[in-house]
């Protein structure tokens, strides 16, 4: 009995001793695995599948903020009705979260209505286009309207030191080529 119990005592260590060296070193996927698993893809594949949808050219800023990122992918998503529809493209930086950015695009049939709450200020890109600053749930997004898009322009706002709304505008305005 002794003995059993000794041995079941034993197992039950090891197995907590697996438990825990385990999940110590469990690391978490990198970027290049998670990002496709839920639909991303190179910006590249992205851009042709959305130009495909909807029989048109897609222009993105040529401009990025001037901050560091690792990865940037793309993921056009073709929801069953076009209201859903949309493209994206994430920048991101694996070693500093708060490195994030983010272009959505939909058409303008479709847009995000602009809630006056969440606005902070008006701009005129270079177009003569109106372009709305606001903050929404930690984010700072320029939004704005061309050709049949519209476009959102979103950073953290941990970076609002380093990404002005005019860093935003002068991204905006690079669309224009």
Same mark, same amino acid.
């Given at each position: 009995?002794?003995?059993?119990?000794?041995?079941?005592?034993?197992?039950?260590?090891?197995?907590?001793?697996?438990?825990? *060296?385990?999940?110590?070193?469990?690391?978490?996927?990198?970027?290049?695995? %998670?990002?496709?698993?839920?639909?991303? +893809? &190179?910006? $590249?594949?992205?851009?042709?599948?959305?130009?495909?949808?909807?029989?048109?050219?897609?222009?993105?800023?040529?401009?990025?903020?001037?901050?560091?990122?690792?990865?940037?992918?793309?993921?056009?998503?073709?929801?069953?009705?076009?209201?859903?529809?949309?493209?994206?493209?994430?920048?991101?930086?694996?070693?500093?979260?708060?490195?994030? *950015?983010?272009?959505?695009?939909?058409?303008?049939?479709?847009?995000?209505? %602009?809630?006056?709450?969440?606005?902070? +200020? &008006?701009? $005129?890109?270079?177009?003569?286009?109106?372009?709305?600053?606001?903050?929404?749930?930690?984010?700072?997004?320029?939004?704005?309207?061309?050709?049949?898009?519209?476009?959102?322009?979103?950073?953290?706002?941990?970076?609002?030191?380093?990404?002005?709304?005019?860093?935003?505008?002068?991204?905006?305005?690079?669309?224009?080529?």
């Amino acid at each position: 009995m002794t003995r059993s119990i000794s041995l079941l005592l034993i197992s039950f260590c090891l197995l907590f001793f697996l438990t825990i *060296y385990a999940t110590a070193n469990d690391k978490p996927s990198p970027y290049e695995e %998670i990002y496709p698993e839920i639909g991303y +893809k &190179t910006v $590249e594949d992205a851009v042709d599948d959305f130009e495909q949808h909807f029989k048109q050219k897609l222009k993105l800023p040529l401009r990025i903020p001037p901050i560091s990122f690792t990865h940037h992918f793309g993921r056009f998503s073709d929801l069953e009705s076009d209201i859903n529809d949309s493209f994206e493209v994430m920048f991101i930086n694996d070693q500093l979260s708060e490195n994030h *950015y983010k272009i959505d695009v939909r058409p303008i049939k479709n847009n995000i209505p %602009i809630r006056e709450k969440y606005v902070i +200020k &008006t701009f $005129e890109l270079k177009s003569g286009i109106v372009a709305t600053y606001m903050t929404i749930s930690g984010f700072n997004v320029l939004v704005f309207e061309r050709g049949d898009w519209q476009y959102m322009l979103s950073i953290d706002k941990r970076v609002s030191d380093k990404v002005t709304p005019e860093t935003l505008l002068d991204i905006a305005n690079s669309i224009d080529y």
